[in-house]
């Protein structure tokens, strides 16, 4: 992103936040554990996140379902974009009536662009993130008629965060999926089903959409401990996995825009800005990139972030990783940051 087009940007975003203005009129948000902000409290999962130390840095300290001891990087987009509120949890009971105006979010931790992943943890797949997407759109039209809801549905801007469950919670350990794809094969598939879903929301009258890339999911550290055969030190193998899928990402944006008169679709670059502090911590102001706050210690998995966990560390602002899959609320302002920078064109 060019000089200008950052001032550009944060001039828009100053002015929004000085005068109370929305940059767009709603924020939409599907996909995984990064972004879920509690969907999963009120499903049949044992992926859930309702529970301290979840949330000992959130608004009144209180565990909502959000995978992190603080805000997500969504969060801090809400607030970059203008909103008073977070998009509320789908499935929560406060989205309902004019809470819902603005957006929702609609996401599942453990799920991912192959509905199979999200069905074997049992929670939301992105097939039905979509259809109650579509019963939100029929819900905003009653609200506020047909005009109003259609400019909301093009103007608003639509979250995608996927992939990382796929591969992490169900390619690497599935060995049906190791035998019937290679790894590219499989990155094809989803490139398949990522495809599907973006024309889907076109069709349903969306036209900015922003979508994260894979993050560096070798450095991970449930990754590690799970693929890194005693090592201490990031996953190559999955690595490269993660920027070979990336490339993919950006190829197939760039042929969907091309197709589709209209969609300002931006692929979000996560994987270098936390390469970046991965190779750098301190110079992002943190004191460790390799092991979690919660649950520090040899073996990292979400599951230890319990409250009897051991070793749970007392300031996670010095962390890149707030437990073994996700960053902390620190990591996540700095993520935020990066996406509003490139994702000018959404808001322009």
């Given amino acids: 992103m060019g000089f200008l087009s950052y001032m550009l940007c944060a001039i828009l975003v100053v002015s929004s936040l000085v005068h109370g203005d929305l940059l767009v009129p709603a924020l939409c948000i599907f996909g995984d554990s990064v972004v879920d902000a509690g969907n999963n409290n009120n499903l049949p999962t044992l992926i859930k996140a309702n529970f301290l130390p979840y949330g000992r840095d959130f608004v009144m300290q209180e565990p909502t379902g959000r995978f992190c001891n603080g805000k997500l990087a969504a ?31 609609f996401a599942s931790a453990a799920s991912g662009y192959y509905d199979n992943t999200a069905q074997l943890y049992q929670t939301m797949t992105l097939s039905q993130q979509l259809a109650n997407y579509k019963e939100w759109q029929r819900n905003v039209v009653n609200l506020v008629g047909t ?39 499989f990155s094809n598939k989803l490139m398949n089903y990522y495809s599907s879903f973006i024309q889907n929301l076109y069709h349903l009258g969306a036209r900015r959409i922003g979508v994260t890339s894979l993050p560096p999911t070798g450095c991970l550290p449930a990754a590690i401990t799970l693929f890194g055969l005693g090592s ?31 969609l300002k679709l931006v692929v979000f670059d996560i994987y270098n800005p936390l390469m970046d502090i991965i190779a750098k911590p301190t110079d992002s102001g943190f004191f460790d990139a390799r092991k979690a706050c919660c649950g520090t210690g040899t073996i990292e998995t979400s599951f230890l972030c319990n409250e009897r966990s051991i070793g749970t560390c007392s300031n996670a602002t010095q962390y890149l990783f707030w437990d073994g899959f996700h960053p902390s609320e620190a990591a996540n302002q700095i993520l935020a940051q990066s996406l509003l920078q490139q994702g000018f064109d959404l808001i322009s």
């Fill in 147 to 185: 005009d109003k809801a259609n400019d909301t549905f093009s103007k608003g801007i639509h979250l995608l965060s996927a992939g990382t469950s796929d591969f992490i919670q169900n390619y690497y350990i599935n060995p049906i999926l190791n035998i019937v794809y290679t790894t590219d094969q």
């Fill in 75 to 105: 969060d801090f987009t809400a607030e970059f974009l203008g909103f008073s509120s977070y998009p509320p949890a789908y499935l929560s009971e406060v989205a309902k009536g004019s809470n819902i105006l603005n957006g929702v979010n």
């Fill in 232 to 262: 201490n030190q990031c996953v190559t193998r999955l690595n490269q996995d993660a920027v070979s899928f990336n490339n993919k990402l950006n190829i197939t944006s760039q042929n969907l825009k091309a197709r589709l008169p209209g």
